[in-house]
């Protein structure tokens, strides 16, 4: 719609707790951005009628709600054809026989703007608005990426992924030198910011290095003097396993967290992945920088080894997201990670081994409930990036699913009477693709059916 | 289709490991029975020339993949409008709470018309071509049940389910007496077996004693000799969670699995839905009647307290299969408690928290794969119900589930070149109603997009 809009029906957010918007007006700019909220706005509303006469009003059904969009901080691009296969080995393992072979084809152009397009089209449909994506080592592919996500409407945040460690990077798939990575991250970042059509920054850089042990600390060193340099934000993995943890302990005597601090990694807007294994010391390192920990429940069941303490690191006031973390974990749905936090919350506190004693066997006080989920993968996304995204308000973003109760493939049904948490329960536990009606991002319309 | 017809292309089933059948030619009979699999047919064998043109071939495309119908073995059918809510509190809560005043409103005839019609299309859209259904104390809401399933042509096994015990059922919603309760069941059984339509017994009546907390010794007893007597399966909970297991060894001074052993329950054919916390001698006991065990991995994460440990059960060789608990489960979807059952196989073999050391965390050579789960799903399926069912062979039901990659809904994104297994493991991993495009039951063609 040209100039102005607004979309009239319910809406339900999670500035902090959950708050349901009964017959809210939302006004939105000609830049995509909110410009005021109101709610009990009468159905007879005088301006309701006059933004109908001018074309420039969505009137939602009673079968509609409105959510804010999907923020998923953790999606590595490239693996995306392997989604739902090799789950069967250790990270380590993982890496070396599925996941740097596929990584290393998109050297081809061709093959890469398929599977990025592909995958684009995909989370749109899922309602991710914002993604987090790690690319690969290539410039050229890595910039079609960003440039099909702004082409497609997707705000993301892209990285060039740094990785030069002989000996935890095969020779077939490895950066020539630090030089060469800090040279072409820098190069990316420059043709982020700099792409026609990206003056409002939808798609912005992120520097990448892979994780410690794929990089040599020169490597470390340079991204972090360029992230102070170019003011960029930093995405990296986090002890995320038993081994993966351990080995970074043996090659820097420290912590992951300590490691990435030194080399100046950890700032605001910066995304851990993971941080299954951080200590207490690396909690509270985490949370002076500002930094932020993408949660990926779905992969870390497979890669792990453990569950995430969740609900303790939110109460020690850490920034917490969602990640999908295609494709370690099975699914393209922030729904099913949102829902999946639930779940191994709920595994980590009864614990699983029913041959011990109750008391015995888990971790009281561990679980999240689904408000928590639906805060995470929305406001709490926002802020982990420090963005203005994930909430209903005047000067976020008009960031948007519509979901809508009884489409064909979809799982939702709403009954009249249903309370607005009864509503928001069975989003966060059944919504998939099958029930979003339409997508917005920066308040253009990407996704209808 | 009139008379024989043959469906050809690619299949997959699980026999005992993983069996692809490529190029099969699968003739099916007028009763619904498959008569013949061949594979490795050449696309000019001049028998499907014949067959196509006689009107009666359906041919696969290299997008499609062919699966045994998936058999539920939990459903709780009343508590379908509850799905994906009310997962906060435990199952003891949760039955008084939420669980039972719902379950007493079938009492209303139109209301059970309404939810059950909706369930059963429900499930057949999600290629459940099996079911196993608990309904309610109510026989007029159970017996239209049964003829919503003999109508839509899903195959069903339907209980009214018998609940007495004064302490654990509440006043509105409990049987008056046990000889009600048997006798209603009787009646069912009878009203079942004499459908018209149903010779074939596509239709079959369970007896249902809820829990044993629920049943009072007599009512236990008194279906017990039902079951002797009628040659009628048996489906009940058995040992479910800390609290109920703890419950029935206070009242009874031996375990779920005693009691109804006791009870002349445990029967070949007979479910029982959860299992959690049998010791070595139930499993045994278990194993030397022919009961089955249905695993509910996504109910046992909220009202469990563990993991049931499935593997070891395997191992001791009880017929096991899956079950989504609708609505303890919150989703209809049996691929969801496939993949879920190999994730929560692999917290239960790794351990959930990341403070203890791995080696204290977890339970080695707990986990599945999706191949288990698969065969769970189909064929472990038919065995616990001692019915033909569940693989691609003669004198077995021709009931299955037509996938294909690419809907637009759908998640499933084959590529020519992979493997049976990896296509496989997509299945278990990714796949949904969106991706279901054919169902048939019994040869009936019931579902088609």
């Not at 159905?43 to 420039?56: F, H, I, K, V, Y």
């Not at 709920?346 to 689904?370: H, M, Q, V, W, Y």
Request: hydrophobic share 45%; aromatic share 6%.
């Amino acid at each position: 719609m040209p100039g102005d809009w607004a979309i009239y029906g319910r809406a339900i957010h999670a500035p902090d707790g959950i708050e349901a918007l009964v017959s809210a007006l939302i006004c939105v700019g000609t830049d995509g951005m909110i410009l005021s909220v109101e709610t009990a706005v009468a159905a007879d509303d005088p301006r309701l009628a006059r933004l109908r006469a001018g074309g420039s009003l969505v009137e939602l059904t009673p079968d509609d709600i409105l959510i804010p969009g999907l923020i998923d901080l953790h999606i590595h691009a490239p693996q995306f054809p392997q989604l739902g296969t090799a789950l069967d080995v250790p990270l380590e393992d993982w890496l070396q026989r599925y996941t740097f072979p596929l990584e290393s084809r998109y050297e081809d152009l061709a093959f890469a703007e398929d599977v990025y397009a592909c995958l684009v089209e995909t989370l749109l449909a899922h309602g991710t608005t914002t993604a987090v994506y790690f690319a690969t080592i290539h410039l050229p592919a890595t910039k079609r990426l960003a440039e099909i996500c702004l082409d497609k409407g997707q705000r993301a945040l892209v990285g060039r992924v740094g990785m030069d460690h002989p000996e935890q990077c095969p020779d077939f798939y490895r950066d020539a030198s630090a030089e060469i990575a800090i040279a072409e991250t820098r190069a990316l970042i420059g043709h982020i910011r700099d792409l026609p059509g990206n003056e409002a920054a939808l798609v912005r850089p992120m520097i990448t290095p892979r994780f410690v042990p794929a990089c040599t600390d020169a490597l470390l060193e340079g991204l972090g003097a360029l992230a102070a340099e170019t003011r960029c934000t930093v995405q990296t993995h986090c002890s995320e396993s038993d081994w993966e943890h351990g080995h970074v302990l043996d090659r820097c005597g420290v912590t992951d967290t300590a490691v990435l601090d030194r080399a100046g990694l950890l700032r605001r807007g910066s995304v851990l992945a993971h941080a299954n294994f951080i200590t207490e010391p690396d909690a509270a390192l985490i949370r002076a920088r500002g930094a932020a920990v993408a949660h990926c429940p779905l992969s870390n069941i497979y890669f792990a080894g453990a569950v995430f303490p969740l609900r303790e690191m939110l109460d020690q006031g850490l920034h917490i997201g969602l990640g999908s973390d295609i494709a370690g974990g099975p699914s393209a749905s922030l729904f099913e990670a949102a829902r999946q936090a639930v779940a191994v919350s709920r595994l980590l506190e009864s614990g699983t081994d029913s041959r011990k004693s109750a008391a015995a066997r888990g971790k009281p006080g561990a679980r999240i409930d689904f408000r928590t989920a639906f805060r995470m993968a929305t406001a709490g996304g926002g802020e982990s990036l420090d963005l203005p995204i994930g909430l209903f308000r005047p000067g976020y973003a008009f960031d948007a699913v519509l979901l809508r109760s009884g489409l064909p493939d979809g799982n939702l049904r709403f009954a009249e009477a249903e309370s607005a948490a009864g509503i928001l329960e069975k989003i966060v536990m059944l919504a998939g693709r099958g029930d979003v009606a339409q997508v917005w991002v920066a308040g253009r319309l990407v996704k209808s059916r």
